[in-house]
């Protein structure tokens, strides 16, 4: 056991860089529910300027950006249509189901990837006595998918399919600023896609708190109606939002090497271990390991005792994910004990 923790558990993890505080401590705030907070609204409108969206409403975490959206785009008693692995359907502890009152019809896509064509193949006809279609919400990249991009064309063929059946399309871009430094896609030409969408400065980004949706004015009226109500709006969070403000300028370009050093690990894993891992589905900043014969816990609580933090998302499911306060030698470190422990006694 050596050297300092690598923690590949999740990008949530980051701590706060130097500079970063630096500009928290600097931030000019005021009180943001009388919209007097220049550092909350400077960074909204530069992430609607920067998908080229006419709003945009900070929010405490990733899961609010998705409820106040999912809230002013639908009405209750209505259908979300999402991936079976959607964070959305998965992880938000049936928020939809409380918040915006709408069941949500999972269909299997690949990695956490809807496909246009199988989505209409699913949809119900219209009319009583079905459930009315209220949306489909899509995640870029996906999560439980490890990391996939859709990209802007896949999106475009889901943006074409919600207008056919006169629905809005919802993005959850917890990490959409990996998926545009993986595709090189225009964020216009990616944030027109949508109806409306979340971008995450917590997770790749590493500022310590917050999510931002975006849209067309009204949307966004509308959320921040709903972040009132659901009680996620701030006082001086401006605060906060210099942290993101500062993500955005310092650490979107180096999303790249969060890329390069997951494919790192994964490239020294299937040297010895061809089997646990797919290299080529290695798109963004996270790895799924397959631990083979060895439960997935075992592999993760010896690798904890080396000082190596990883996720057991399955049985023998082990995700890694790759961010801003893990370099290329604690990659190698990380895939050195996971040869190790893979290969056994
Ligand atoms: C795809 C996706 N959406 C939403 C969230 C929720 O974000 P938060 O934890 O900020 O609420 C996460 C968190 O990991 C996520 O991975």
Request: with cysteine; glycine share 10%.
């Amino acid at each position: 056991m050596s050297g300092e923790f690598v923690d590949l558990r999740s990008d949530t993890v980051t701590r706060p860089t130097p500079a970063m505080r630096r500009a928290i401590a600097a931030a000019d705030v005021g009180d943001d529910l009388f919209g007097e907070d220049p550092s909350v609204r400077a960074l909204e409108e530069e992430v609607a300027d920067r998908f080229g969206r006419q709003a945009a409403v900070f929010t405490p975490s990733g899961i609010m950006a998705t409820q106040v959206l999912l809230r002013a785009l639908t009405t209750p008693g209505t259908e979300v249509v999402c991936e079976s692995y959607a964070h959305l359907a998965a992880y938000e502890a049936g928020a939809a189901a409380i918040n915006a009152q709408v069941q949500l019809r999972t269909i299997d896509g690949d990695r956490g990837r809807l496909d246009a064509d199988r989505v209409a193949a699913a949809l119900r006809p219209p009319g009583f006595p079905y459930v009315g279609l209220a949306m489909i919400s899509v995640e870029e990249t996906t999560n439980r998918g490890g990391g996939a991009v859709h990209g802007v064309e896949r999106l475009e063929a889901l943006r074409r399919l919600a207008d056919e059946h006169g629905v809005p399309l919802h993005g959850d871009g917890a990490r959409l600023f990996n998926a545009l430094a993986a595709t090189g896609d225009d964020p216009r030409r990616v944030g027109a896609v949508f109806t409306a969408f979340s971008v995450c400065l917590s997770k790749g980004l590493g500022a310590p708190v917050g999510s931002v949706a975006v849209g067309d004015t009204a949307v966004i009226d509308e959320a921040r109606a709903w972040r009132r109500r659901f009680g996620g709006a701030m006082r001086q969070a401006g605060v906060l939002a210099a942290a993101g403000s500062y993500a955005l300028r310092h650490h979107v370009d180096r999303l790249a090497d969060d890329h390069a050093h997951a494919r790192l690990l994964a490239e020294v894993l299937v040297g010895t271990h061809p089997w646990a891992v797919d290299v080529d589905a290695v798109e963004t900043n996270m790895v799924f390991v397959d631990t083979g014969r060895r439960p997935a816990a075992d592999v993760a609580a010896e690798l904890a005792d080396a000082r190596v933090l990883v996720a057991a998302m399955g049985p023998t499911t082990l995700r890694l994910v790759t961010h801003l306060d893990v370099d290329a030698d604690g990659c190698r470190r990380a895939a050195d004990h996971l040869v190790a422990a893979l290969t056994g006694p």
